[in-house]
């Protein structure tokens, strides 16, 4: 098969590797950044890579633009596109997927979520014959790099950040990461799989820049440790919600066994029950191991991850069907929570903050409750949880 | 698609129940033990099932006889097979693999190892792109319920065994998952799809049945636990090993997490690092997701899920080069153990037994040298483990 690849950074320059001593392709292009042309394989103009005669183009730039233009119009010259790049799958995955229906060309993208796991390939056969009830999990290596490290080895915030930096964990602008926004593009990806919908609006989304040493602490107390999830799925009545936030579980959870910057990808099927899957989340090969896994089921034929029943937005409103018990922290006494938040009962008040949990409420509510007092000038912290739930 | 389903017990219930409602599926016939026809969709001849109009056929059977006749016949009249059967598959795999190849038919077998866990599926797929070095895990539930019950709630092995009869978790004959037998057929599945070898003999197995309360009282004092596994893999030389037996794991291990019925199923790739797939390894509809996802891909053209290539036997001796570290109790004084087995450290002395941890050894002269112990009468527990190694 004759391949050409959009970038040659972290996870292009992995699969140009891989693919490059097997006898079953043949690289056609490799697209490089203006000024980084280094060897004659290499080309710093899109036009040499749509002119080509590469059957196959695998787009491994990352960002929107030009990302979008240059894999759309790959499509529309007639070749097939395995792309890597999630903001691009969760920005423009439909226009795509549509275009490469009507040309009869394959779209994949594995590597757009979960790293090495394998989790929308799976989603993609398991949705065929059964019900997913939910899908998410803990999405993000450099954000549960920073919160096991908080855990287990004492670290700040910002210390363990600073590590997760040096270590390449995280990138110098960690904004994506920490604010949940990377979690909630990977949760629109299995929610485009596992249920036909982009959810691209009035999600719910907290990431991890609330969370503190004394979260961990108190935590601690009751045998818990903090991670970072990512979930959608099916309300009672049917409708989808989709939400990010932290999550406070106990040492029997699979959350709480994710360490370092490894990925949780999880779905519940209504005949399989839960399913898991656990792996490098990120990282060159990783990554493009994930990527040569797509070629594989190209050349089997597959073209699509996407069904074209798949549709933008949400019929209703998103994660206001959805209840969850919460673990929270506020920086002043506890009547400072009154009114907005159904507290269930005070944990323990320590270095001028409460920590209290909640009975049941809708995530939405939860979230609109905390930006209120967040507006009022409010430190808070908030973990859903069902560890107190368990115990009254 | 035109289907028949040989048995209707527990998985091909579930298959029946799952396929009978949806459009795409028309159902032929369904082959049921003699006496038990209760229904006109239902017949005790499998003549009927051989010459009615089934394009495919499902066998829930278990046991070789007859479904190795069975199945056998109807790849040869023309009909894909798919099996949830790990008997069957581990003594005649090779050869239904060869007949569906030369009737260029479907021979597909997800449900035979892992129950709803994908992991020969996923298998597949990985040894395609990436350099498979080891597979295996937690294959068995009924062992890992009872090691979990004598760990969590402190029962003795014949109460623990008694509940997951009790539960339905084990059978009335619990001797093929105590013994370790069942695990190492999943072990010769999972080597078939990764390796392209069936391990069919000189394997070192172990099971569960020498396990104590006092070998998990002692283990608990180390913070361990101790689980089943089954696994196999590449030595250094490339050549393969493969064998089961009793892992003693601290809390950080993948493996102490794993509770109740559940299996953890694993691989590391070169490229991917590893991947590990936890979910219900057995039960009705968990077991019949498995195999609706094969009759997707069965609709998606896929074949085969061993290559031409597979072998039956290792072409050298098998876990003669593969050395781990061992836990190991003896029901008399350490003298003992002198002569055959590397003793690093004894850990205690308790109830008239010794504890002890070994330097590294290989698989094949642990076996040995506990085998020869208890020639001579002894009882012997003994488990790999690396926890008192990263000690030292």
């Known amino acids: 098969m004759k391949v050409s690849i959009l970038g040659h950074g972290v996870v292009g320059k992995g699969v140009w590797e891989m693919l490059k001593g097997n006898p079953g392709y043949e690289i056609r292009s490799v697209l490089v950044k203006k000024g980084e042309k280094s060897a004659d394989f290499m080309t710093e103009s899109f036009e040499d890579v749509l002119n080509d005669d590469s059957e196959l183009v695998i787009e491994c730039m990352g960002g929107i633009d030009p990302a979008y233009e240059f894999t759309s119009k790959c499509l529309e010259a007639g070749k097939s596109i395995i792309s890597s790049n999630k903001a691009l799958v969760a920005a423009h995955g439909i226009d795509l997927m549509e275009i490469a229906r009507r040309k009869n060309k394959a779209f994949l993208f594995s590597a757009a979520c979960g790293g090495a796991i394998p989790i929308l390939q799976n989603l993609c056969l398991a949705r065929r014959t059964d019900r997913i009830i939910w899908a998410g999990g803990i999405l993000n290596g450099t954000t549960n790099y920073i919160l096991d490290s908080m855990d287990r080895r004492g670290l700040g915030f910002d210390e363990a950040l600073a590590e997760a930096k040096a270590l390449g964990y995280a990138e110098f602008d960690p904004t994506a990461d920490i604010s949940g926004m990377d979690t909630l593009r990977k949760v629109m990806l299995i929610s485009m799989v596992a249920f036909d919908v982009l959810p691209n609006s009035d999600y719910n989304i907290e990431g991890i820049t609330s969370v503190t040493a004394l979260d961990f602490a108190v935590a601690k107390e009751y045998g818990c440790t903090i991670r ?3 979930k959608c799925g099916l309300a009672e009545s049917g409708r989808l919600y989709a939400y990010v936030q932290p999550i406070l579980c106990d040492s029997g959870s699979a959350y709480s066994g994710i ?13 399989s029950g839960v399913m898991s899957f656990m792996g ?23 073209k699509q991850m996407l069904t074209g029943k798949c549709l933008v937005g949400f019929p209703y409103n998103n994660s206001g069907e959805c209840s969850r018990n919460y673990f929270i922290r506020i920086d002043s006494k506890a009547d400072a929570l009154k009114g907005s938040i159904p507290v269930n009962r005070i944990l323990c008040e320590k270095e001028g903050c409460t920590f209290a949990v909640t009975d049941s409420i809708t995530v939405k509510a939860m979230h609109d409750a905390v930006a209120e007092l967040r507006r009022h000038g409010a430190k808070v912290f908030f973990a859903e949880t069902s560890v107190f739930n368990k115990e009254a």
Do not use: F, H, K, M
Request: no cysteine.
């Open 259 to 271: 360490r370092s910057n490894i990925n949780l990808a999880r779905y519940e099927g209504q005949n």
């Open 280 to 302: 490098q989340g990120a990282g060159r090969y990783p990554t493009a191991s994930a990527i040569l896994r797509d070629v594989t089921s190209v050349t089997d034929g597959q």
């Open 228 to 230: 970072l999830i990512g």
